[in-house]
């Protein structure tokens, strides 16, 4: 069983940056990967970028447009999605998710935080 836990969150003007952090424990595995997704009020959870925690490949939601960065610490077992010019739109609650293989499809993750809060006022 993996647990996960978010953290970074809060209220940032249009133009800001915030930093998600996403803590991995239990659980054995050689390889894996590790995403963040985000969900609005009223809208499906929705893919930002993956990490593959074996060789450090990245991929990313086109809507992204090089405003966000995904990566890890090894030996934290920490993912990281630094966020740039923060746009109201982009207010949401943010996931990490786990899973076998890097994936842009919820789905695919067997296990997922609880969230963190972005709100990004304008």
């Known amino acids: 069983q993996v647990q996960l836990v978010e953290s970074g969150g809060g209220l940032v003007q249009a133009g800001g940056s915030l930093t998600l952090s996403c803590v991995a424990s239990?659980?054995?595995?050689?390889?894996?990967?590790m995403a963040w997704f985000r969900q609005a009020p009223g809208k499906e959870r929705e893919f930002i970028a993956t990490?593959?925690?074996?060789?450090?490949?990245?991929g990313y939601a086109d809507f992204v447009k090089g405003r966000f960065t995904i990566s890890r610490d090894s030996a934290k077992r920490t993912t990281y999605l630094q966020m740039n010019s923060l746009k109201p739109e982009d207010t949401a609650v943010y996931y990490c998710?786990?899973?076998?293989?890097?994936?842009?499809?919820?789905?695919?993750?067997?296990?997922w935080g609880e969230g963190t809060q972005v709100t990004v006022s304008s």
């Open positions: 998710g786990f899973g076998n293989r890097a994936s842009a499809r919820a789905r695919n993750y067997d296990y």
């Open positions: 239990g659980g054995t595995f050689s390889t894996y990967a």
């Open positions: 990490i593959n925690w074996s060789d450090g490949s990245t």
